[in-house]
């Protein structure tokens, strides 16, 4: 299938180089309209895409648009290219924040997919909730999740309200991640650890607790408890975190995530 790229920055490459890696689409097959001439130069050398300044080519050469630009850039893409597909032919918003709805009305066309990616997509680690309109046919269905995939887990579902719930827990989540990762690291310093070595032993703590949930299949709490003697150090710690509000902020954190995100959408 031929896809093009509305906007080749970050994400957009992220999406490119898990499609290409994937053999979902050839380099033959993509074309990007990009305004700025040396990612556009960058793009073409690196990934021996098609590339483009304007958008209007992007749009007659593909069969599935993905738009990856900012939001504040959606108004001038629907100058440039609304009303400019055709029936048969689908657009990949990965757009944070801009609804179903505005898309379909802005492009004056029916044929909408919505994903909401986050960061790790970069290096083939994201997590993609995503949901399309009725009109789109399965092919386009299936494309959209065999892209997606290639970029990490993706979860369809098919009710648009999800989308605010991803954007506060899987969007917003490398964020919290980050926060816990960097003061562990602290923590190791603040107990005597050379920096270095305390960020190797937090980043490979991370990584082998969240792949031991993962492949045992037992429930968090659970792998806690046989962490935790009886009178011992780690009891002492979780003691701390409780009383700190650690869990309950954790939750809070996503509830208002999920209510900003509602919000944002009505704006
Ligand atoms: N990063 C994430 O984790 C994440 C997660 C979920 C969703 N998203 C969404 O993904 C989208 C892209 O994010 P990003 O981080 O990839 O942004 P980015 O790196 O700024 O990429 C956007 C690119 O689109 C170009 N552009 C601007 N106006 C254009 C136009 N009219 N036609 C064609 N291209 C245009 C920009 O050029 P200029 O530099 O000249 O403006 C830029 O190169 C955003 O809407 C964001 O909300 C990101």
């Not at 896809?3 to 053999?23: P, Q």
């Amino acid at each position: 299938m031929n896809i093009g790229f509305i906007g080749g920055g970050t994400m957009a490459e992220a999406i490119l180089g898990g499609m290409l890696d994937g053999g979902v689409a050839a380099a033959a097959d993509v074309m990007i309209g990009e305004p700025v001439p040396g990612r556009r130069d960058y793009l073409a050398e690196r990934y021996g895409v098609g590339v483009s300044d304007s958008n209007g080519p992007v749009v007659s050469a593909s069969e599935m648009v993905v738009m990856a630009v900012k939001p504040q850039d959606l108004p001038k893409v629907y100058a440039d290219i609304g009303g400019r597909l055709q029936d048969g032919q689908s657009i990949m918003s990965i757009v944070a924040g801009a609804k179903m709805k505005s898309l379909s009305d802005g492009m004056r066309h029916d044929g909408i997919i919505r994903a909401m990616p986050n960061t790790p997509a970069q290096i083939g680690e994201g997590m993609t909730m995503w949901t399309c309109a009725s009109s789109v046919s399965a092919t386009h269905r299936e494309t959209t999740s065999a892209i997606l995939s290639t970029i990490g887990d993706e979860i369809y579902v098919d009710d648009e309200k999800y989308l605010d719930m991803a954007t506060a827990l899987s969007a917003s989540g490398p964020a919290y991640v980050f926060l816990i990762v960097e003061a562990l690291i602290d923590a190791g310093v603040y107990v005597g650890l050379p920096r270095d070595v305390s960020r190797r032993m937090v980043l490979q703590t991370v990584k082998g607790s969240v792949a031991l949930v993962s492949e045992t299949g037992r429930h968090p709490g659970e792998l806690r408890d046989m962490v935790t003697s009886p009178g011992g150090t780690t009891a002492e710690a979780l003691l701390t975190l409780e009383h700190a509000g650690v869990p309950a902020a954790l939750v809070d954190a996503v509830k208002v995530a999920h209510l900003k995100s509602i919000r944002l959408g009505q704006d």
